[in-house]
């Protein structure tokens, strides 16, 4: 049963446009919902990382918004750039438990 | 920096081998997690451990089992390996408390032929 849905699984972009990746969840008890960044030959790291207590949170080029109503969030690249080219993993979590991803979002930002 | 280190990049095994992955972490990390990555599955988890000796059931550890005898090492195995396991393991770990990131190492792309 697929708690975090991902979508969509592929997106091109050119350099300067905005990049949006969406997922919803199903769980409600879902309190903390991160964003991974994967380069090719590279394990998964940490982009950004939101709560449901707030609707949006912003570090550099990189946002995420969250709708809890909707059970949806959404990561937002702006002015994207080549070197953004990378699979995006969004995940959610609760308490304790383990964390749930995503199955991925694979862009490729073009000059 | 932390630096979780798998010590294959590659690995080529033959169907009914039993294979061995291996994953060091230097930061001292109580967790540790071993996920397979799949095109279109995402990152799936096999097995996890809150300390040594102690492992617990991911989502699909069906045909694999861990040990951890240490707390910087953490081993995947493969009893009997076979074509439907050929994939990318991803190991992580974490510390434990709150919402402390995963860091993961740079995966073993396991082929089963």
């Known amino acids: 049963q697929q708690q975090v849905k991902q979508s969509p699984q592929s997106l091109i972009v050119q350099k300067g446009g905005i990049s949006i990746i969406n997922c919803a969840y199903e769980n409600t008890a879902f309190d903390y919902f991160p964003w991974y960044q994967q380069f090719p030959g590279k394990g998964p790291a940490l982009l950004i990382a939101?709560?449901?207590?707030?609707s949006e949170k912003k570090e550099g080029r990189f946002t995420i918004s969250f709708n809890k109503s909707a059970k949806q969030f959404s990561l937002h690249i702006m002015d994207s750039q080549p070197g953004d080219s990378a699979t995006y993993f969004c995940a959610a979590k609760f308490s304790a438990s383990k964390l749930t991803f995503g199955t991925g979002t694979r862009l490729q930002v073009t000059l | 920096d932390v630096k979780v280190t798998q010590s294959s990049r590659y690995l080529v095994k033959r169907t009914g081998e039993k294979v061995f992955l291996e994953c060091v972490q230097d930061m001292d990390h109580e967790n540790m997690f071993w996920y397979r990555q799949d095109p279109g599955l995402g990152l799936r988890l096999i097995y996890f451990s809150y300390d040594v000796k102690m492992k617990e059931k991911g989502d699909i550890p069906e045909g694999y089992s861990v040990s951890r005898e240490k707390k910087e090492r953490f081993s995947l195995i493969l009893e009997s390996a076979s074509t439907n396991q050929t994939s990318m393991y991803l190991c992580a770990s974490r510390t434990t408390g709150g919402n402390s990131p995963l860091h993961f190492g740079n995966g073993t792309r396991l082929t089963v032929t």
């Open positions: 939101i709560r449901p207590d707030v």
